[in-house]
């Protein structure tokens, strides 16, 4: 259980249009999921936290209008990279928590498989 | 100085040795301790998680925090070719859901 996709897996778009990740718990409702951003040989850095129904969380130094999250659903978020520029080709990994697994205060993410974006 | 620091390596291993990684950071509120593995273009998958200091074993796998020192280790004993994959420690403060993450360990075990 406590599986999490993602589509595209990859994807390639031109400078200046607009790309579509999608993000879903397959098994299990995830009230929050979190985008991460993996840059080559850098660690995961979290982009923004989704709540379901609500505004999304961005952490410092992530434009809001260029990265439109949406978290209509309990089982979908998604990441929309608006006029994609070559600097923002990379590794963008989604997590789920699990509402109903806390074991010793401890709430686990299950990460979806990523999706590769490469702007031309 | 970052949070977390991690040695990127990468470590090559025969099959069989006994593989030894760390991480150090610098947050004193870190309160669980994390390790994922990763394999190439894929997500993050949870090996272990410890909560404050002390170790833990599953299996060929240990994890050891030292909340002192602010050093964590994992050690996997008898590792097999299938253990290569990229490494994460990954920490979080009591009460916060938001997981700070080293740059990861490339690990490959040789047949």
């Known amino acids: 259980g406590a599986v999490v996709s993602q589509h595209p897996s990859w994807v390639i778009c031109k400078s200046g249009t607009s790309v579509k990740i999608e993000c879903r718990s397959l098994?299990?409702?995830?009230?929050?999921m979190f985008w991460y951003r993996q840059f080559p040989k850098q660690s995961l850095m979290l982009m923004a936290t989704?709540?379901?129904?609500?505004?999304?969380?961005?952490e410092q130094g992530v434009e809001k209008d260029k990265f439109l999250i949406n978290h209509a659903s309990l089982t979908l978020s998604t990441l929309t990279v608006t006029s994609a520029h070559p600097e923002d080709s990379s590794f963008y990994i989604c997590?789920?928590?699990?509402?109903?697994?806390?074991?010793?205060?401890?709430?686990?993410?299950?990460f979806g498989p990523g999706t590769r974006l490469t702007v031309l | 100085q970052k949070e977390v620091e991690q040695d990127p390596g990468p470590l090559s291993v025969p099959e069989g040795a006994i593989v030894s990684l760390n991480c150090t950071y610098s947050?004193?509120?870190?309160?669980?301790f994390m390790w994922y593995r990763q394999y190439s273009r894929k997500g993050p998958e949870l090996l272990m998680y410890?909560?404050?200091?002390g170790n833990k074993e599953d299996g060929r796998f240990t994890a050891q925090v030292d909340k002192s020192s602010k050093y964590i280790s994992l050690f996997i004993r008898d590792s097999q070719p299938s253990d290569s994959a990229t490494y994460l420690c990954?920490?979080?403060?009591?009460?916060?859901?938001?997981?700070?993450f080293g740059k990861g360990t490339k690990l490959s075990v040789i047949p």
């Open positions: 947050n004193s509120a870190f309160q669980y």
């Open positions: 997590s789920a928590l699990t509402s109903g697994r806390v074991v010793e205060g401890f709430n686990e993410q299950f």
């Open positions: 410890t909560y404050s200091s």
């Open positions: 990954a920490m979080k403060g009591a009460g916060s859901y938001q997981l700070t």
């Open positions: 098994d299990f409702q995830a009230t929050t």
């Open positions: 989704s709540n379901e129904g609500s505004k999304a969380t961005y």
